[in-house]
Each structure stands twice: as C-alpha cells, then as structure tokens.
C-alpha cells in the first residue's frame, strides 16, 4: 500500500503543453564537488522519430539522488509509441527518488524502490491518481511506495531544491542543483527540446529560462544553457 507523507507550500497552476524529440546519449558532467550523471532510462517512437527517455543521479554526500525512473516493462497500451525500457541502466542503490511529473516514462522504474522516499509535487501525485489517460497507475501506487508531497518550492538536501514549473503537467517540477559553479537544472519535461524550452511558452519555461543555467531535458542528449527567443 502506498504511502503518502505531505509538505505545504504555495503553488500554481498552467495547462497541459506538448512536445517533440532529442537526440540520443548518455553523459557525465562535474560541476565542482557535483556530478550528475545522465543514465538512457528508455526509448519511445514518437511521430516516427526515435527518443531517448534519460534519468539522472546526483552523487550527494547524503546518498545518491535519482531523478526520474525510465521504465522497466511495458504494457499494451502504450505499443504504439514501441517502448524500448532499459532497466539495465537505472541505478539501484539510491537514497531518494525524485519525479520531476508522472507521466509513464518518467515513472516506470518507481516500482524498484518501495521504502525508499520519492518526492513529489502533490499536484502531480493527485492528477496521476485521478486523471484519466494521464499514466499508468499502477506504475504510480504500488506496494511500498513511499510519496512525499510538496506543494511548492523546497530544498529537499543541502543544495538540491525542488522548483515547481507548470506546464507539459500542471504538478512538474525541476531540481535545481546548487554547485560551486553556480545553478545546474535537470528539467524533465520542462521542454522536451531546447527550442520548445526557449520558446517561454509555459509559466514553467519561463522559471527556468528565468535561472539562465545550463538545464538538462529528458529527451535531448546533454545540457545547454536555454535562451529566451525574442
């Protein structure tokens, strides 16, 4: 049985907003004492063009830090999109997860981690359980599944915040890593390219636009510093 354990703070809402591809690899990245590690978490066929699905992890002095799961399995609802899980790559021995949202490919790998906390905003967790078409619940609430729900911004550890940015889901959130070389954002599906990402379409772009750090995206191969098109 899942359970749930809440924190409050302020948040806002912004609607659904679509998407498009990257390319695809797998990196690592120091960024002083940090290092961030991107980990191919999945593949999708999306309008004809393969994806890559990339998870990160932070290596912090209070454990590792998995962002995002990838997926695991599939299931007949989601073959026309011809997933290709890869959970050779997911790391195992974490000390937290975080869901930047929950949509399935995101979520799918939650399920190797009963007992361990996964953070969350409470938005998403309740737009995940209710919505229709929105994931696969199941990949959600499972036995030993340990949610932690935020409503707005926090730091979870020394240097790691949760950022809510609204937008591709009206509960994601980025994580905002704090190194010595200034701000590192891993963004999810905050864009799901650099040039939607640039476009400020949604309130959450234009947070993270807003930071002018280099921004990691699920589904393109590496960081880049987002810039604002005029």
Not at 69 to 82: F, K, L, Y
Not at 105 to 133: K, M, T, W, Y
Not at 193 to 216: I, M, Y
């Amino acid at each position: 049985m899942a359970q749930t354990v809440r924190t409050r703070r302020s948040h806002r809402r912004s609607r659904w907003y679509g998407a498009v591809g990257g390319a695809l690899d797998a990196s690592a990245r120091c960024y002083g004492r940090h290092v961030i590690r991107a980990h191919l978490g999945a593949e999708l066929l999306v309008e004809g063009e393969r994806w890559p699905v990339f998870v990160w992890t932070i290596d912090h002095p209070a454990g590792l830090v998995l962002v995002d799961t990838g997926m695991i399995d599939v299931r007949p609802e989601i073959d026309d999109m011809s997933p290709t899980p890869h959970p050779e790559n997911i790391p195992r021995d974490v000390a937290r997860v975080i869901n930047t949202h929950l949509h399935f490919d995101h979520c799918g790998g939650n399920r190797l981690f009963p007992g361990v906390p996964i953070h969350v905003q409470a938005r998403e967790l309740a737009d995940a359980r209710s919505l229709d078409d929105y994931t696969i619940r199941e990949w959600v609430d499972f036995d030993g599944a340990t949610y932690v729900e935020h409503e707005g911004e926090v730091e979870v550890l020394p240097g790691v915040r949760l950022l809510p940015a609204p937008g591709h889901t009206d509960g994601h959130q980025v994580v905002v890593v704090e190194t010595g070389e200034g701000p590192v954002v891993l963004g999810g599906d905050v864009g799901t390219s650099f040039p939607e990402l640039d476009s400020g379409a949604t309130e959450g772009q234009r947070r993270v636009l807003a930071l002018g750090a280099p921004t990691w995206l699920s589904h393109a191969a590496g960081p880049k510093v987002p810039t604002k098109h005029p």
